[in-house]
């Protein structure tokens, strides 16, 4: 006699999915909607459609790469801002004073509202570089703790907001002063607000040299003395000065030459010229060298200076360039066509001396990479997939359950294609295999993890995998956006120096990242056996329950021999470049973990020390283990493979204990399980007795 399948079981279930997918939505909402009320900029008006598509695409380097302005001002917002949008209330457009009642009426059921614009990062950068008396009431720094800003004297808004640079500009110095303070510290010994102090500090700098970049080209210099005794002194474009340089060099040197000071009036102009060129030395690298053997770029205030000195290689050409940002950036109040038409000009020159340098090949691809948002469109295909899945395990067998579960494949079809499609690009832009970085560990292990899963649902056709494909990959999705945000770091940049090397990252790297997919996997399949089996909502198939067995115990083969031969060309790349194929460093000693206890479960199960329960909570703490090499390890700050990731400490301790849950619920629903077949056998006999009576 089987037990029946109890009803509030299934309430369990259907209580625990929708916990989850309120958390998918609360992320989805924290990931791709601006923070808080719009903050109201008088005389904001946005850009152009054409402006934007204009400067989007200009070549810069950063992180050691060429890459698109939207790519350095995506991240240069996420570091900064924590999101990749901002509400601001400002005029209203023409486009919106234009509008018809119809478009209105519409935009009134989208909940937009003339005169309230989003802004992305492109918007955001060019604002700050472009506008920055509308910039600086922009809400761009996100602080966490309003105690860093009752530190200094600042009014707070709430526990954790966002603040324009008006609102923070009074506290700079003393905020300047207590990072100072705080910076001696040893990082592990400093609290979360000393911490938050200094971030907050380094933010407001690199703001700085963003909002003066074209200080040089808003103002120009002033010529001391020029002026008549009512009327102001003239200026003079820096362009026309650095033009000026060898004269000006010929001047101090007679002067030296000849034991006298230099003029008061020329050394106002160089101190001037200084200025601004400290001002654009550090934002933007935005001209290309003019050496064929050069490799850095330089910023306007490098070229200034490299002219001023007589340094530059190519002083013509920088003064070319000089003058065209100038009229560029001067143009920006006059209209936005006279922009384009100038900056236009810059961006010409710009791609005319990348382009021969053979630094223009994946800008356009980069620029529609992002604009595609490949694994926001994934996250949604798993979302629509999970909720098909969820629909078909309720519904069960019957036309409507097939028609959900060929459904739940479509959906998770076509979420896999978004997620390799991206991987395919990424590989393209980078120009180096899929797996270099935490971050493409996540994205990989997604699209290989519901790859494996289709390939078990193909073997099994239990429509148990299928479920969990779509799960699997939302979940993991939603954790590469959240690390994203969290660790605010281009993902795409070059590799540090030792893990530059495509073979081993094609072969060591992706065949260890492959046994972590493989290991996840079958943790997740054991999750569904643990829950289906322990409360029952199976009704006792035996069928079922042996073909997730037979699936978990091919995913934890897989799981070893993957890890096995990952862990051994590990230790040859190992040796080749650190001279020592074994370290027992912390990632080495993951490695081995995951693979002696997957040796460990598979000769228990082959010996029949454990069964069908003792198989499925083994594979349960598998991923604990493939958790903490692959992730936790990073963590520790010690050995070689320790590359500064240290984004989502909070994530990995949440998973623990979810995981430990999981294996408690599981070892007291085999207890109970247990009991119930000793209390069957025990009073089978007392039965027969009777009936014998």
């Known amino acids: 006699m089987q037990r029946k399948n109890p009803v509030w079981g299934k309430w369990v279930v259907a209580a625990l999915a929708a916990g989850a997918l309120a958390v998918v939505f609360v992320n989805m909402l924290i990931d791709n909607m601006p923070k808080g009320d719009p903050q109201k900029v008088e005389g904001y008006v946005p850009w152009e459609k054409e402006s934007l598509e204009l400067v989007e695409s200009l070549p810069l380097q950063d992180g050691g790469r060429i890459k698109p302005f939207a790519t350095y001002a995506g991240f240069k917002m996420l570091q900064i801002h924590g999101a990749r949008s901002m509400k601001v209330e400002g005029d209203i457009s023409d486009e919106a004073a234009k509008a018809s009642a119809f478009k209105r009426f519409i935009w009134k059921l989208r909940g937009k509202k003339p005169g309230v614009y989003t802004l992305k990062p492109t918007e955001w950068l060019m604002d700050t570089l472009f506008r920055p008396e509308l910039a600086v009431n922009l809400p761009t720094f996100r602080v966490d703790n ?73 103002r120009g210099i002033e010529l001391r003395g ?33 034991g006298r000071e230099v003029e008061p009036r020329l050394q106002d102009l160089l101190q001037q010229v200084l200025s601004a060129a400290n001002y654009s030395k550090y934002g933007m690298f935005i001209l290309p060298p003019k050496g064929a053997s050069d490799t850095q770029w330089q910023s306007a205030g490098n070229s200034i200076m490299g002219v001023m000195t007589m340094e530059s290689k190519d002083p013509k050409s920088a003064i070319a360039d000089v003058k065209l940002m100038e009229t560029a950036v001067r143009s920006v109040p006059v209209s936005g066509k006279e922009f384009r038409k100038h900056f236009a000009e ?109 390939i078990v649902e193909w073997i099994s056709r239990k429509r148990f995998a299928l479920g969990l ?49 493989a290991g996840l996997l079958a943790a997740m399949l054991s999750c569904g056996y643990v829950l289906m089996r322990g409360l029952n909502l199976d009704d006792g198939n035996k069928d079922l329950r042996r073909s997730l067995s037979k699936a978990v115990y091919g995913c934890i083969c897989l799981t070893v021999f993957l890890s096995l031969v990952g862990t051994v060309l590990g230790g040859i790349w190992a040796n080749y470049s650190w001279g020592r194929f074994w370290g027992w460093d912390p990632k080495e000693n ?104």
């Not at 978004?418 to 996540?442: E, F, K, Q, S």
């Not at 499925?616 to 070689?640: D, M």
């Open 146 to 218: 309003s105690q860093v800003l009752e530190a200094i004297s600042i009014e707070t808004k709430g526990r954790r907001d966002r603040y324009s640079y008006a609102e923070i500009e009074p506290g700079i110095q003393k905020l300047i002063g207590l990072a100072q303070s705080y910076e001696p510290i040893e990082k592990k010994q400093r609290d979360p607000m000393q911490q938050q102090v200094i971030d907050l500090a380094y933010n407001i700098r690199n703001y700085e040299s963003l909002l003066g970049y074209f200080s040089f080209a808003r």
């Open 226 to 258: 020029t002026g008549s005794e009512t009327g102001a002194d003239k200026r003079a474009d820096l362009s026309a000065v650095m033009t000026a340089a060898p004269q000006l060099r010929s001047e101090i040197a007679t002067a030296q030459s000849e």
């Open 346 to 454: 810059f961006k010409d020159s710009v791609e005319k001396h990348a382009g021969s340098r053979g630094e223009l090949q994946r800008i356009g691809m980069e620029v529609s990479y992002f604009k595609r948002d490949y694994f926001l469109n994934a996250m949604i295909w798993f979302l629509l997939g999970t909720l098909c899945a969820l629909a078909m395990w309720g519904i069960g067998s019957g036309k409507a359950g097939k028609i959900l579960s060929w459904a739940t494949l479509g959906f998770t079809v076509i979420g896999a294609v978004y997620c390799v499609a991206a991987i395919v690009i990424r590989c393209l832009i980078m120009n180096r295999p899929p797996v270099g970085n935490l971050y493409d560990t996540i994205i990989f292990i997604a699209a290989t993890g519901v790859i494996f899963s289709l």
């Open 469 to 517: 494909a779509p799960i699997l990959g939302l979940g993991l999705i939603i954790l590469a956006r959240r690390y994203e945000v969290g660790d605010a770091g281009d993902h795409l940049d070059p590799l540090v120096a030792v893990l530059d090397s495509n073979f081993w990252l094609a072969t060591h790297v992706i065949t260890i990242t492959l046994g972590y997919s």
């Open 590 to 693: 993951g490695a081995l973990m995951i693979v002696l206890w997957t040796l460990a479960i598979l000769h228990a199960r082959l010996g029949g020390i454990i069964k069908d329960w003792g198989l499925h909570l083994a594979s349960l703490f598998t991923a604990c283990i493939v958790a903490f090499s692959w992730w936790h390890v990073n963590f520790l700050g010690v050995g070689l493979h320790n590359y500064g990731f240290t984004a989502g400490k909070g994530t990995i301790w949440v998973f623990y204990a979810v995981m430990m849950l999981f294996i408690l619920f599981g070892a007291v629903a085999m207890l109970v399980e247990h009991f119930e077949k000793q209390a069957k056998i025990a009073a089978k006999p007392k039965a027969v007795e009777g009936m014998e009576a």
